[in-house]
């Protein structure tokens, strides 16, 4: 009997190990330079807010939760590849993405704004900038708007891989204006842009939803995502992880 009871308690310890070996992975991917939202620190390790909402969604599934780098240009393509489960990299839903992934609930909300040099003889946010040069990150909503609004007004639109870039332009006086989501721009002003830049102010009607993106068949998923966005939202986990980083509601 006490070698039966032995190997019983044998078989359970195996099947606890294996079942540890074998927990559930989710891989995500962010971009790591957009923030406050993602970033990497000297060591290239990824921080931000959305690199705190992605560990809290994981830790209310169960799930281990992996999050790798990816520029931003091939977030989608390598999320229909398989590359990563989800992404997690502020990106907005829209309906042209929609065709190609699919995308949870929102989990915060932002309008489209302008930063300008100091001194700029611009002063509204919702001119036609004819005549003006600006800049945007390229394969953006942000992009988009300023190809479809500004561009076709007579500005000339200029698209950079990064956001940072077409800062850096925009400090060197090569810009007239820079147009991006709100959140990231007070964040470069308020640092790095602080001597040479100003917020101009948002553009009226383009709030819009920031959402997790995940493959269009991974209906499953994005109904667990959805079910644990709600209840870190609904026990105050959501606003703790969000009083990090901003002063403000963004949800």
Not at 84 to 99: G, H, L, P
Not at 191 to 211: E, F, P, R, V
Request: charged share 25%.
């Amino acid at each position: 009997m006490k070698r039966v009871v032995r190997l019983a308690g044998a078989c359970a310890l195996l099947l606890a190990g294996m079942g540890t070996a074998h927990a559930e992975v989710l891989k995500i991917a962010t971009e790591g330079a957009y923030p406050p939202f993602n970033y990497v620190d000297s060591d290239n390790k990824l921080h931000g807010f959305d690199v705190d909402i992605s560990n809290a969604l994981c830790e209310r599934m169960q799930v281990q939760c992996t999050l790798v780098a990816q520029d931003w240009e091939g977030m989608i393509p390598a999320l229909i590849a398989k590359k990563y489960d989800a992404v997690v990299a502020s990106m907005i839903n829209t309906e042209e993405r929609r065709k190609k992934i699919a995308f949870t609930n929102h989990y915060y909300k932002t309008p489209l704004s302008l930063a300008v040099p100091k001194g700029s003889d611009i002063t509204d946010a919702q001119t036609d900038f004819k005549g003006r040069v600006i800049g945007a990150q390229s394969s953006s909503t942000q992009a988009i708007y300023a190809e479809d609004v500004y561009g076709k007004a007579g500005a000339e639109v200029k698209l950079y891989p990064t956001m940072d870039e077409a800062n850096a332009d925009l400090a060197a006086g090569r810009l007239d204006a820079v147009i991006a989501d709100k959140f990231p721009l007070l964040e470069w002003l308020g640092k790095s842009g602080k001597d040479c830049c100003s917020y101009l102010g948002d553009i009226n009607g383009t709030t819009a939803d920031a959402s997790i993106a995940v493959r269009k068949d991974d209906d499953a998923l994005r109904e667990r995502l959805n079910k644990a966005l709600d209840e870190i939202v609904a026990d105050g986990t959501y606003q703790k992880i969000a009083s990090r980083y901003f002063a403000f509601n963004i949800y």
